[in-house]
């Protein structure tokens, strides 16, 4: 079946970009998405790339996917303290996205 | 504004007892979706709903078992709680339409099993 990798930890100075990566094996992942679960709460949707775009950036948030070594990032500029959280990343086959399949998620920690 | 509600937030229980975790979302999503999180697998897909009485089994179904009389609620139940059941449980929802590809999520159930 599909599976999803992750680092589990990432430490981070405060200003400094962090770069979360994440490595999947279905050669059929077509849509791609980071969420983002902040302490004692659920997961939110930060952002997605679909598999015919190699970058997408948002504001602070820069995700890059290399289709060839099945490699996603996300990096994310400027940390601040409110980026600590876990991130997942996901995949899904199709853009309903009925059945995503879930990294092992990143914690990431800032250090002031 | 509600939202996706979960109740209760925080459950512990005994092995052997039924135990069942509600979710609630109020924006008549067609789809729902049950996860549990453990560290080191991250979200794994119990269950999933495309529309009231219609029902799925995702990644690791066995021991639990939904139901979806109405669109708006999606229990899930616990018949013989284990101790590898102890887990965080997120229920989410999604709109039925092929344009909508966000999962809305909600806060988490903190199961312990003793």
Excluded at chain 2, 96 to 113: A, H, I, K, N
């Amino acid at each position: 079946g599909e599976d999803v990798e992750q680092s589990l930890f990432l430490s981070v100075r405060e200003g400094d970009s962090s770069v979360i990566n994440c490595t999947y094996t279905d050669s059929s992942s077509t849509y791609l998405y980071w969420y983002k679960q902040e302490p004692g709460a659920g997961l939110q949707l930060l952002t997605y790339i679909f598999s015919n775009m190699d970058m997408k950036q948002d504001q602070r948030l820069t995700v890059l996917l290399n289709k060839k070594d099945k490699h996603l990032s996300l990096r994310i500029a400027d940390t601040q303290t409110g980026d600590s959280a876990i991130y997942f990343c996901a995949e899904s086959a199709n853009f309903g996205n009925e059945k995503l399949t879930f990294g092992t998620g990143t914690r990431l920690t800032i250090i002031p | 504004d509600a939202g996706i509600t979960q109740s209760p937030r925080y459950k512990i229980t005994e092995t052997g007892r039924q135990v069942t975790l509600m979710c609630h979302q109020t924006w008549s999503h067609s789809y729902m979706f049950w996860y549990r999180q453990d560290l080191g697998h991250g979200l794994r897909l119990i269950y999933y709903s495309a529309a009231a009485d219609i029902t799925d089994k995702g990644e690791v179904p066995d021991g639990y078992v939904v139901s979806r009389s109405k669109t708006e609620n999606f229990p899930l139940t616990l018949e013989s709680a284990t101790r590898s059941q102890t887990s965080v449980y997120f229920c989410a929802s999604k709109l039925d339409s092929q344009f909508s590809y966000e999962q809305y999520f909600g806060p988490g159930t903190r199961l312990t099993v003793t």
